[in-house]
């Protein structure tokens, strides 16, 4: 038979905290993974009233609402998990799993139930290694597309090396670009974007190289270009099609040397740039038809990348419009807007010829044009309303996973209530909940946290 002394020595030895408590719910005995995990020593923790320790937590709160343990509600129940984050006396927070097991009577043993907790933080680790997944800076979509885009940005952002950005205009090129720029080891330098197309050739050479002072008429001091201001760091060249071979050839000879030569010097000033380039055009036809230099193509392309058009990822149109309906309502100062059913299955048949960017402004319409937080179909701009009924996508009868969780405004459920009812279809799975809503998990976690205060 086991003695007290060698059951301690059994108990301290799990990874689970244990804590034992009376049909009163008070702390009769703890291990020493538990005083670890909640950050008390055992003398504080003993005596004290089990909600008292998870103050504010969902157990605690079911608890004190209940009169006893509501992780064992009776015998054939079988064990009730509940995940919780316990703010620690340090300040600091753990995740934990918890359950509870009901005790047979025992005689002279005040014991009724055991708490059992397991820390979660290795297991959140994941969860937000997959949130990354769904949402690389400014990026969003979980689309395979954008997973491999996003593997392709992590391996190239690491490098030196020139990237060539490609895709049709609003596509987001600029918000890979930061990507690369945020993930790499110059991260702490300058990011500095130039767009061409909006400079005519004789004001994107002095912007680019800069100029001495007297180098022409109205230059009274001296000024340094884009690729000094960028020392260290990353320069975007936006639309890097649209620049003329006269500038091809000046731009070509500072990414071979490394240095640049200011209009109205004869000196060359060394610079330390990554340059990322950006274009919506085909530049392989264009060097073909001798708008493009070859060799400049060459130096520009060492790693290229593609960024998909909208139409070819539609399964992030969801997530994608609900974080841009979010950020633009907290530009109206319109709280909890939201999608209905029937706009949501327009905006996934659309093919958004303009991608993210029209996206962003047909929603931005319809946040205008909506007289509450319920963006209808009557609320998008004529085009995207006018979805063709031979698209796949609108004549469908199964709706993409997240639409089932979208309805029409006369049989419209509260927020809150479409969370619950996911989070329990996904067993308390916040990250595939999050995942069925269209939404962040962190967007999910501030919309559990607001609600429970």
């Given at each position: 038979?086991?003695?007290?002394?060698?059951?301690?020595?059994?108990?301290?030895?799990?990874?689970?905290?244990?804590?034992f408590l009376?049909?009163?719910?008070?702390?009769?005995?703890v291990?020493?993974?538990?005083?670890?995990?909640?950050?008390?020593?055992?003398?504080n923790?003993?005596?004290?009233?089990?909600p008292?320790?998870?103050?504010g937590?969902e157990?605690?709160?079911?608890?004190?609402?209940?009169?006893?343990?509501?992780?064992?509600?009776?015998?054939?129940a079988?064990?009730?998990?509940?995940?919780?984050?316990?703010?620690?006396?340090?300040?600091?927070?753990?995740?934990?799993?918890?359950?509870?097991?009901?005790?047979?009577?025992?005689?002279?043993?005040?014991?009724?139930?055991?708490?059992?907790?397991?820390?979660?933080?290795?297991?959140?680790?994941?969860e937000?290694?997959?949130?990354e997944?769904?949402?690389?800076?400014?990026?969003?979509?979980?689309?395979?597309?954008?997973?491999?885009?996003?593997?392709?940005?992590?391996?190239?952002?690491?490098?030196?090396?020139?990237?060539?950005?490609?895709?049709?205009?609003?596509?987001?090129?600029?918000l890979?670009?930061?990507?690369?720029?945020?993930?790499?080891?110059?991260?702490?330098?300058?990011?500095?974007?130039?767009?061409?197309?909006?400079l005519?050739?004789?004001?994107?050479?002095?912007?680019l190289?800069?100029?001495?002072?007297?180098?022409?008429?109205?230059?009274?001091l001296?000024?340094?270009?884009?690729?000094?201001?960028?020392?260290?760091?990353?320069?975007?060249?936006?639309?890097?099609?649209?620049?003329?071979?006269?500038?091809?050839?000046?731009?070509?000879?500072?990414?071979?040397?490394?240095?640049?030569?200011?209009l109205?010097?004869?000196?060359?000033?060394p610079?330390?740039?990554?340059?990322?380039?950006?274009?919506?055009?085909?530049?392989?036809?264009m060097?073909?038809r001798?708008?493009?230099?070859?060799?400049?193509?060459?130096?520009?392309?060492?790693?290229?990348l593609h960024?998909?058009?909208?139409?070819?990822?539609?399964?992030d149109?969801?997530?994608?419009?609900?974080?841009?309906?979010?950020?633009?309502?907290?530009?109206?100062k319109?709280d909890?807007?939201?999608?209905?059913h029937?706009?949501?299955?327009?905006?996934?048949?659309?093919?958004?010829?303009?991608?993210?960017?029209?996206?962003?402004?047909?929603?931005?319409?319809?946040?205008?044009?909506?007289?509450?937080?319920?963006?209808?179909?009557?609320?998008?701009?004529?085009?995207?309303?006018?979805?063709?009924?031979?698209?796949?996508v609108?004549?469908?009868?199964?709706?993409?996973?997240?639409r089932?969780?979208?309805?029409?405004?006369q049989?419209?459920?509260n927020?809150?209530?479409?969370?619950?009812?996911?989070?329990?279809?996904?067993g308390?799975?916040?990250?595939?909940?999050?995942?069925?809503?269209?939404?962040?998990?962190?967007?999910l976690?501030?919309?559990?946290?607001?609600?429970?205060?």
């Amino acid at each position: 038979m086991m003695t007290i002394p060698m059951l301690k020595l059994f108990l301290d030895s799990l990874e689970e905290g244990v804590l034992f408590l009376d049909k009163n719910r008070k702390v009769v005995a703890v291990n020493r993974a538990a005083t670890q995990m909640i950050g008390h020593e055992d003398a504080n923790l003993v005596s004290l009233l089990c909600p008292s320790i998870f103050k504010g937590t969902e157990c605690a709160q079911a608890c004190e609402k209940r009169g006893s343990c509501a992780l064992t509600p009776d015998w054939k129940a079988g064990d009730i998990t509940q995940n919780i984050v316990l703010p620690r006396p340090d300040n600091t927070s753990v995740f934990l799993r918890m359950w509870a097991i009901l005790l047979p009577p025992a005689e002279n043993l005040p014991l009724y139930c055991a708490i059992i907790l397991r820390d979660r933080s290795h297991e959140v680790e994941l969860e937000q290694e997959v949130t990354e997944r769904l949402q690389l800076g400014s990026m969003v979509g979980h689309s395979p597309a954008m997973q491999k885009l996003y593997t392709q940005i992590m391996r190239a952002a690491p490098s030196n090396a020139s990237v060539l950005l490609t895709g049709e205009s609003g596509t987001g090129k600029e918000l890979v670009a930061k990507a690369l720029h945020d993930n790499s080891d110059r991260c702490k330098g300058p990011y500095v974007p130039v767009h061409c197309a909006s400079l005519p050739e004789n004001l994107l050479e002095s912007e680019l190289f800069g100029y001495a002072k007297g180098a022409f008429t109205g230059a009274t001091l001296a000024k340094i270009g884009r690729f000094e201001a960028a020392e260290g760091g990353t320069l975007l060249l936006d639309e890097i099609g649209e620049i003329s071979l006269g500038t091809q050839v000046k731009l070509l000879r500072v990414l071979q040397e490394r240095e640049v030569v200011r209009l109205g010097e004869n000196h060359a000033r060394p610079v330390n740039v990554r340059v990322i380039a950006a274009t919506h055009r085909n530049l392989t036809t264009m060097v073909e038809r001798g708008e493009f230099r070859e060799d400049l193509y060459y130096r520009l392309r060492v790693l290229p990348l593609h960024v998909p058009a909208l139409r070819d990822r539609k399964e992030d149109i969801a997530m994608l419009a609900n974080k841009l309906l979010n950020d633009l309502g907290n530009r109206y100062k319109r709280d909890n807007m939201r999608l209905a059913h029937e706009t949501l299955l327009a905006l996934e048949a659309y093919d958004w010829p303009g991608n993210i960017r029209q996206l962003f402004n047909a929603l931005e319409y319809a946040v205008v044009n909506a007289d509450g937080p319920n963006i209808l179909l009557s609320h998008l701009p004529p085009e995207v309303q006018s979805v063709p009924q031979s698209s796949p996508v609108a004549r469908s009868p199964e709706p993409m996973l997240v639409r089932q969780y979208y309805r029409p405004p006369q049989q419209a459920e509260n927020e809150m209530e479409v969370i619950a009812r996911v989070l329990a279809e996904t067993g308390g799975n916040k990250a595939e909940a999050a995942r069925r809503l269209g939404m962040s998990r962190t967007s999910l976690w501030k919309r559990l946290k607001q609600n429970h205060g």
